[in-house]
C-alpha cells in the first residue's frame, strides 16, 4: 500500500535541504572571510575582518555626505569665531611593533 509520504518525512527531509544549504552558505563564508583577510594583509591593514568590513561599508554607504568644514575668518586676521579654546587631539594605532603583533586595526582616531 503506497499512499501520500508521511508529513513526518517530509519535515526531516525539508529540515536536511535547509541544514545542507547552511553548511553550504557558511563553507563559502569561511572562503570569503580568509580572502578577505588575505587582501586585508596584502594592503598593509591586518586585523579583525569583520571590524574592518564594517568600517569599509559604513564608509561606502556615508561616500559624499561629509559635511563642509566652516571657516571663519575675520578681517582683524583671527579666527572671528567663539571657538577659539578647541583643541584637537589624534590617537594613532597601531603605534608600535608590538601592536602590530596583536594586529590591531589600523586606526586614527
Known amino acids: 500500500m503506497m499512499g501520500a509520504p508521511d508529513q513526518t518525512r517530509l519535515r526531516i527531509e525539508a529540515m536536511e535541504e535547509q541544514r545542507s544549504l547552511r553548511r553550504t552558505q557558511m563553507k563559502q563564508a569561511r572562503v570569503d572571510r580568509a580572502a578577505e583577510e588575505q587582501r586585508n594583509i596584502s594592503a598593509g591593514n591586518p586585523g579583525d575582518v569583520d571590524f574592518i568590513g564594517l568600517v ?7 561616500a559624499g555626505m561629509a559635511r563642509p568644514h566652516r571657516h571663519a575668518v575675520d578681517t582683524n586676521g583671527g579666527s572671528g569665531g567663539k571657538n ?3 583643541c584637537v587631539c589624534i590617537r594613532k594605532r597601531p603605534l608600535n611593533d ?4 596583536k594586529k590591531e586595526h589600523d586606526a586614527v582616531t
Do not use: G, L, S
Open 56 to 62: 569599509r561599508r559604513w564608509r561606502e554607504e556615508h
Open 98 to 101: 608590538k601592536e602590530r603583533k
Open 84 to 86: 577659539d579654546n578647541i
